[in-house]
C-alpha cells in the first residue's frame, strides 16, 4: 500500500465520520474479545458466512456495515498499526474484534492466508432486502448484469468497480455463485457496498438493457440512462440469445479492427466510466 493510498484512505475516512458508528451496528459495547469464544464462533458461522480475507477485505466490510460476529489475526500489533495507518474509522471497532490466534489455527481456518494475517467471517445479506433495492424505482444508478460470467477474478473485479461507481447492484445470470469466497476475494470486501445478487434472465429488475457487444452503436454517441441494466456477456461465448432477446440497446465500445474484444472487468470499467463521465451520479 502506498503512502498516496494511505492518505487516501485516511482522507476519506475522515470525511466519513458516521463510519464510526460501526461499533454500535454491530452491537458492541463491551469488549467482545473477552468474554466470548471466537474459534467456536468461528467454528459454528463458517459454513453459513461470508469469509473476508485480509485486512482490507474485513475494513471495506465494516465501513459499508457488514455485520462481522468475528475476526482473527496472527498479529493483533500489526493489524492494529494497519488500521492506524489506512483505516482510523474502523480503528476501535477492529480493536473490540480482533482476535490474535497461533498461525496453526489461522490455517486451519482459513484455507488461503492473506498477506496481511486477518480473516473475518460476515453476515450475508438478505436476498429480499437486496432484490427489493434492485426493484426500486426509480433508479439513480444502473445495475450491472453479467450474463453467465465464467471468471471469479472477472467477477470480484467488477463487483469492486460497481462499489466504487455508485452502481445500484451487480447481477449474475448462470451458474457462478458471486458471493463465492474467490469473488469475494477479489471483490476486496466491496460486496457489502453495493448489492450482489444471482438471478435467471426472466427475473432481471427492470430497466433498459444496454447490452454490451462490438457490433453494437458506438458508446461515444449515447448517454446511458441511470435506470439502465448495462449487460456484458461471458468470456468464452458473448451475450446469451436469451439476454440478447431482453436487449433494447446494443452498444459497442471503441476497438481498433482486428483487437476481437476486451476482458470483461474492463469492459464495465469502460462502461461506467463513460455513465459517470456523461452525467451519472458521481463517485
Ligand atoms: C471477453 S468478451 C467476450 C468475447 C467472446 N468471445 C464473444 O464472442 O463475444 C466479454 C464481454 O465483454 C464485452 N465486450 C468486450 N469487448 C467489447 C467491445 N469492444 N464492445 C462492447 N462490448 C465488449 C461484451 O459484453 C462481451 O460479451
Known sequence: MSRTTAGRDSARAARKPAVCGARRLHGMTAPHRSTADPLGIWRRLADASVLLDGFHALKHALRFQAHVPVAVTTGRRAALDLADELAPDVRD?????????????????????????????????????????????????????????????????????????????????????????????????????TVVERLPVAELPPGPVFALDPEGEDIRALKLPDDALLAFGSERTGLSAELRSRTDHLVSLPMRPQVSSYNLATSVAMTLYHWSATGGASA
Open 93 to 193: 471497532v477492529l480493536e473490540t474484534l480482533l482476535t490474535e490466534v497461533s498461525e496453526d489455527t489461522y490455517r486451519a481456518l482459513v484455507p488461503r492466508p492473506h498477506p496481511t494475517a486477518v480473516a473475518a467471517l460476515a453476515v450475508r445479506p438478505s436476498r429480499e432486502a437486496n432484490l427489493e433495492t434492485l426493484r426500486r424505482s426509480p433508479r439513480s444508478a444502473p445495475v450491472v448484469v453479467l450474463d453467465n460470467p465464467r471468471n471469479l477474478g472477472n467477477a470480484g473485479a467488477v463487483i469492486r468497480l460497481a462499489a466504487g461507481f455508485g452502481a445500484t447492484g451487480v447481477v449474475t445470470t448462470g451458474t457462478l455463485d458471486p458471493w463465492h469466497p474467490t469473488v469475494v476475494r477479489g471483490g476486496a470486501g466491496l460486496h457489502f457496498a
